[in-house]
């Protein structure tokens, strides 16, 4: 199919919307097995999948890991404040307040074009407290009031890359900022071999907050293929022990390492600065073949 800027139905498929956001091409794919779900495509790069019907349900490998997170965060169904740094189809936003009832959100997306396509495509629960602002990640970080955050997920993509302000320490400055006393963040990252990028991601937390921990795909870790991981940071302890075997039960299991052995996996790789920073690579077009 070519890609054509007009927003359209396919013809192929009545339900498939297609339609041009400041992204890209966005495309709200149905899912053949849940009758209102649909999976967010830009560019051809996956984003977010939705199952309105059933918000709890994370299809996605990296999503599931991070609800393994959010599920730790906090006592089970104990109200949360949580900032989210990219949007998408507010997946994780849906998530929370679905399993965490009466918690307060705050998701920044800086594509209006997209939000308000997700906003019609796929409504959020109107007694939701979900707040959705279109601005860029920092400047809407900024906007949290100091330790407000029991959780950040960072999860920003433009191009199928994280942008490069979004991986420096100043950046997690103003993330340490908005975050609660013993707060998490937890960021989606992705990379392949030589894991440069990765590598240096974890450098950059560990100059700024005590406890690290790292999901990811063993495949990954070796430097095998390119894909996500699950970065997760706080000035208190995680719970390394379960987010270990939840990660371990998934349907594609991921592995979790933490402490000396993920200081070593930096292979010495220096914290970045703003100064320093560059976007994560373009991942190999196999990737979403």
Do not use: C
Request: hydrophobic share 40%.
């Amino acid at each position: 199919m070519g890609k054509s800027r007009s927003g359209r139905r396919r013809q192929a498929d009545a339900e498939s919307v297609v339609e041009s956001v400041d992204g890209g091409l966005a495309e709200l794919i149905p899912d053949r097995d849940r009758p209102r779900a649909r999976t967010l495509v830009i560019d051809g790069a996956p984003q977010s999948h939705v199952d309105p019907d059933d918000p709890a349900h994370l299809s996605f490998e990296y999503q599931r890991r991070l609800g393994h997170v959010i599920d730790l965060v906090a006592p089970p169904g104990r109200p949360l404040q949580a900032v989210h740094l990219g949007g998408g189809a507010f997946t994780l936003a849906r998530y929370i307040a679905a399993t965490r009832p009466r918690s307060t959100q705050q998701v920044v997306e800086r594509d209006g074009a997209l939000v308000r396509l997700v906003r019609r495509e796929l409504p959020l629960d109107p007694n939701a407290r979900i707040r959705v602002r279109s601005t860029d990640a920092r400047e809407g970080l900024a906007k949290v009031p100091d330790g407000w955050a029991d959780l950040v997920v960072t999860d920003v993509f433009s191009g199928a890359r994280t942008p490069a302000h979004l991986t420096s320490t100043e950046f997690l400055d103003d993330v340490r900022r908005a975050l609660k006393p013993g707060g998490v963040h937890a960021a989606n990252l992705a990379d392949g071999p030589p894991l440069t990028h990765l590598r240096g991601q974890i450098a950059t937390a560990a100059a700024r907050f005590e406890h690290l921990a790292l999901i990811a795909d063993p495949a990954v870790l070796r430097g095998k293929r390119f894909g996500n991981a699950v970065l997760v940071a706080s000035d208190a302890p995680l719970p390394i022990a379960e987010l270990t075997r939840r990660a371990a039960s998934d349907p594609h299991p991921a592995r979790v390492e933490h402490g000396r052995t993920l200081t070593d996996f930096t292979g010495g790789a220096v914290p970045v600065t703003d100064l320093a920073a560059v976007a994560s690579p373009a991942p190999p077009p196999s990737v979403f073949r």
